[in-house]
């Protein structure tokens, strides 16, 4: 049902998922990770293409090392981009933020489409392949979620990721009680980037080409419904969001002409059905239960 | 938040956080594991080595039947299921008996108009085991979703991909949708053969969108080799229809000739909207525009628009005269567009070469992995009798085609309908583009 | 020159007025709710077909139903007043499976920004099932343009007759919704949600029929522009309104969220910077309007009209 070709889509999503998360639990709402992706996946493609030094061979193979240097590459840039970009947007608040960021989306995508550099409308193809088939992409894909995914987990215990936690809640309160908003909110903004920048440097090998589409509004929007609908309120539910709904037109194929009807429908009911997401901290409390009684009731008493 | 809320004590506080971060790990770990059996399910399940026979030989074609480009996918649609009808009604080589224990199927999958849509629909094709693919619909999804078919040894006939470097991709890539750079010059040529005085011409194209952009710089060439150099370059958007600015800019500089690679709406609504704006001169347009979709666009406006044309639907030859009734069937009195030709063509030659194999009793107890293989080998060295007239390949897997039509468009007198009347057939010499 | 800035001036009018239309929708949904309607989109298309049927229009051969159509057409006006309220109508709907439950549930307004979306893709999707994709034009007989001349010259700067009457019934619209919030007793209490609906509880207005308002008439709205589009550009596609959907965002943050006068501005702004863009950058116009919105924003983070901060989303 599912090949490992969808499968590598699913963890792309998942990554693109964590990206929108990062900002949105230091209570930013940032839609401009597509703008990061397709930044991390242009550098991506011109620099396997064009920069001799990496190795990719005649017959379009690249070294694995050198893949991973791309990925670190577009990653990095994407980050850079996002420290001057995010001192002058984070200033703004809820939907003034969402919406100058979709105005990134845009000033991204139509700079890549006009530079001259970067293939116009057709994009860049023929980019060199680190793997043999598609499941080789499983490792590097899988690595990048699972550290990304182990940052986060992390971050709920750091004074950083507390940090955020406040401010997402009460951003004066958080402020009053000697937080460094700006900068917290800052390096969210930027790990943010960092993981859009590398899963596209990552996607554009993937997909053997990339153009100006790759990053658009319609992405902004669909990788926000992973958030949503996955749960906003932990890591795992867009992971759980990502995977899910990235699967999901593969996996409604049967249903025929309507399989978007019923995909929006999805996304419609959803958040109605799911309030707090598919994954919210009640399921993980439920979850996180010890399995021996005797020492749960202990607790409890105590 | 119920953590900041309801919390009457630090230690059951801190006991919950304790009991969420092991609910994450627990959460984790299923989905890990979860992805791990997919992954060990879903590894490359090439059904290449299984043998051909006993099953009907299966046909996969990925088109947009969603996204932005869903317009070309139902035209793609319409050829594609009149091929298949064709084929089981009457057979293409010969009447009887050539299809004689050939059985073809033919399954559309939705290739979206993005990427990993296309990529998706190909796996999944590939999975189940069809012999050859056609599609997908845009140049920048062939790029993509190539690779995996050349990978695996899956030949794929190209309908619509008119970008250069697609045949390129491998041995396995062809097409049978003509590059832009052997038509487009036509009608330059004639458009100055009218009208010898020309000097001043404005070209518009849809920067956003590879077929256009790639026509224009056809356009562009072959308006330099006439020594003349556009006087303005207006850049569109493909999802624009309103061009009162490009329009009213280019005029400025009142150019004589106006050049437009656009898609077929939007051109129709600039044809009218050049005209509105009292632009009077000659109109040349792209193949985008090769479909009688325009005609209800841009009405009265589109008469006397010169267009060059890979596909005309006024061929007189069987084959296509057929094609043409089938359609009617279908699709009520309009002429097919370019597109649909395009797609019906692309099953045609398909189904022809396997018809051949089939003759010699090459598909007898062969795997499917070396059925594909010969049917790509006997793809390339056919000939074939197609509605757009004879065509064949170059070992690349280009398309040689060698008939080229240049024609003007007449509306009737409602302005609701019209033809794409025939004025002048090009024997082009058999040169690889 | 001075024939230049003309021209100009009415090039952004041409496309200003429309941009106006579609953020006036958002704003009526925003002012009472302070929530982006993501659907607003799918209503501008769902309009342009409305008023294709009801002019007699006949369904195409990629559509469920090839060749059906209404046994007569209506007039032009009357077929998209009638349009208009259909979309109108379905707005109610999409408030009613979108918005309704999350309200009653108390949830957060991001998540009305997904479920919105998710009733766009549904009505998009719908419409391209039953419409087909091809594009359609209005039947000859509704155009009331005969007559008149295809396009107007003023002092050499040129406007197409199609889109001056698609400005002037654009502002008449606008400035009507504007006068009737101000002066009727249904517009006030609507205003009275929008600036505090606690008060406007204590004074007896039903915010539930207020909130039902805002989605019939910004879905009208929507209607409205959409079949006065598809008759300067016929209809494009299903998808054609999602563009104007997306610029009528920016215009909204341009003119500041909530203000009525502000969407106006800013619409006719907006117009005007894509239309000041050089020919030679026209490649780059697409951005104009963004990189327009991006710098408004850093100098006033509340847009050109807007006042003080919002919190919701």
């Known amino acids: 049902m599912i090949d490992n070709g969808l499968l590598v889509q699913m963890l792309l999503g998942a990554l693109l998922g964590l990206s929108v998360y990062l900002p949105l639990s230091a209570g930013q709402l940032s839609l401009a990770t597509p703008a990061f992706y397709a930044v991390g996946g242009t550098l991506a493609a011109l620099l396997s293409t064009r920069w001799s030094a990496l190795g990719a061979t005649a017959a379009g193979s690249l070294p694995p090392a050198s893949f991973l240097l791309v990925l670190i590459l577009g990653g990095l840039l994407a980050g850079g981009l996002a420290v001057v970009v995010g001192q002058l947007v984070l200033r703004l608040r809820g939907i003034y933020l969402a919406i100058s960021t979709i105005a990134l989306v845009e000033i991204v995508r139509v700079a890549i489409l006009n530079l001259p550099f970067t293939g116009g409308a057709v994009g860049i193809f023929s980019i060199p392949q680190p793997f043999s088939e598609a499941g080789g992409y ?81 992405v902004s929007v669909t990788t926000l419904a992973f958030v949503i609908l996955g749960g906003s309120r932990t890591w795992l539910g867009p992971v759980a969001g990502g995977l899910l709904l990235t699967a999901l037109p593969e996996l409604l194929r049967p249903v025929g002409d309507v399989r978007l009807v019923v995909f929006g429908l999805v996304i419609l009911l959803g958040p109605v059905i799911f309030p707090g997401g598919l994954v919210t901290t009640g399921l993980l409390e439920r979850l996180g239960r010890s399995f021996v009684p005797r020492r749960h009731s202990a607790s409890e008493v105590r | 938040m119920a953590t900041a809320q309801a919390t009457p004590s630090n230690a059951l506080c801190s006991d919950r956080l304790a009991r969420r971060r092991r609910g994450s790990l627990r959460f984790a770990a299923v ?54 009808r064709w084929f089981r009604e009457v057979g293409f080589v010969e009447p009887e008996g050539s299809a004689e224990g050939l059985s073809l199927r033919l399954q559309i999958e939705d290739g979206g108009s993005d990427e990993p849509s296309a990529i998706a629909a190909f796996n999944l094709l590939i999975r189940e085991g069809v012999v050859a693919l056609i599609g997908p619909t845009l140049s920048q999804q062939a790029f993509a979703a190539d690779p995996i ?20 991709i491998g041995h ?133 628009i010169l267009i060059a044309q890979a596909y005309s639907p006024e061929l007189d030859t069987p084959i296509n005269r057929a094609f043409l009734r089938l359609f009617r069937e279908f699709h009520g009195s309009q002429p097919p567009p370019q597109i649909t030709a395009q797609a019906f063509t692309a099953y045609q030659v398909l189904a022809e070469s396997l018809q051949r194999l089939q003759r010699k009793r090459a598909l007898d107890s062969v795997t499917l992995g070396q059925a594909r293989a010969r049917l790509m080998d006997e793809l390339l060295a056919g000939r074939y009798q197609t509605p757009l007239g004879p065509i064949h390949f170059t070992p690349d897997g280009e398309v040689v085609q060698s008939r080229f039509y240049v024609a003007e468009v007449r509306m009737d007198p409602g302005g609701r309908d019209g033809r794409f009347a025939l004025v002048r057939e090009q024997q082009l010499p058999e040169v690889t583009p | 020159m001075i024939e230049l800035v003309l021209q100009s001036l009415l ?49 195409g051969a990629n559509g469920a139903f090839p060749g059906l159509a209404l046994p007569a057409g209506l007039p032009f006006w009357l077929a998209l007043l009638l349009a208009a309220v259909a979309s109108g109508l379905v707005g109610l709907l999409v408030e009613r499976l979108a918005f309704a439950p999350l309200r009653r549930s108390g949830s957060e307004p991001l998540q009305a920004l997904i479920t919105s979306l998710g009733a766009g893709v549904v009505l998009v999707n719908l419409l391209q099932i039953l419409m087909g994709a091809e594009g359609y034009s209005f039947p000859e007989g509704a155009l009331l343009m005969a007559g008149l001349p295809d396009a107007l010259v003023i002092a050499g700067a040129r406007i197409r007759t199609v889109q001056l009457l698609l400005l002037v019934v654009s502002v008449v619209a606008v400035v009507m919704l504007t006068i009737w919030l101000e002066r009727s007793r249904a517009g006030k209490a609507l205003r009275a949600v929008a600036e505090d609906p606690t008060t406007a509880l204590y004074l007896g207005i039903d915010s539930g029929a207020m909130v039902r308002l805002a989605f019939f008439l910004s879905g009208a709205m929507a209607g409205l522009g959409g079949g006065l589009i598809g008759l300067s550009v016929s209809l494009p596609g299903p998808y054609f309104g999602i563009g104007y959907g997306l610029k009528g965002l920016a215009v909204l943050v341009l003119g500041g969220l909530g203000s009525v006068p502000g969407a106006i501005a800013g619409g006719l702004l907006m117009g005007l910077a894509e239309a000041l863009v050089p020919p030679d950058a026209s490649g780059w116009r697409d951005a104009m309007a963004f990189t327009i919105l991006f710098a408004v924003l850093l100098v006033r983070p509340s847009g050109l009209l807007g006042s003080g901060p919002i919190e919701k989303v």
């Open chain 1, 138 to 218: 499983l490792v590097p894909a899988l690595a990048m979620l699972g550290l990304t995914a182990a940052l986060c987990h992390r971050l709920e215990t750091l004074p950083l990721g507390r940090a955020m936690g406040a401010i997402r809640e009460d951003e004066l309160a958080a402020r009053c009680m000697g937080i460094d908003t700006t900068r917290v909110k800052l390096i969210a903004f930027v790990i943010s980037a960092v993981v859009a920048g590398s899963t596209g440097a990552l996607a554009a090998h993937f997909l053997n080409t990339w153009n100006a589409r790759q990053g658009s509004f319609d």
């Open chain 2, 172 to 304: 396995f890539i062809s097409r049978v949708s003509a590059q832009s750079s052997v038509i487009a010059p036509l009608s330059i040529a004639e458009a100055l053969r009218r009208d010898p005085s020309i000097r001043r011409v404005a070209l518009f194209y849809a920067q956003d969108d590879a077929y256009s952009t790639a026509e224009s710089s056809i356009f562009l060439k072959a308006l330099k080799a006439r020594g003349l150099t556009p006087v303005t370059v207006q850049r569109t958007q493909i999802a624009e229809n309103d061009f009162q600015a490009p329009i009213t800019s280019a005029l400025r500089h009142q150019p004589q000739l106006v050049v437009m690679s656009v898609q077929a709406v939007a051109g129709g609504n600039m044809i009218r909207q050049l005209r509105e704006l009292g632009y009077q001169g000659q109109i040349v347009v792209g193949n985008g525009l090769n479909t009688p979709n325009i005609y209800p666009i841009c009405q009265r406006w589109c008469n006397g």
């Open chain 2, 149 to 168: 078919p050349q990978r695996q040894g899956v030949p794929v006939v190209a309908p619509s991909n008119t970008a250069s470097g697609i045949p390129q």
């Open chain 2, 31 to 84: 989905l890990a594991l979860g992805l791990g059996s997919i992954a060990w399910l879903g590894r490359a399940t090439d059904p290449a080595t299984r043998p051909l026979a006993g099953k009907p030989i299966t046909l996969g074609a990925t088109i947009a039947l969603t996204g932005n480009a869903n317009l070309y996918g139902q035209d793609q649609r319409a050829g594609l299921t009149i091929a298949d």
């Open chain 3, 11 to 59: 090039n952004g009018a041409a496309s200003g007025g429309v941009y106006a239309l579609v953020a006036l929708g958002y704003t009526l949904i925003f002012s009472v709710l302070g929530v982006i309607n993501f659907a607003q989109g799918a209503l501008f298309s769902i309009g342009g077909y409305f008023t294709y049927l009801l002019l007699g229009g006949k369904i």
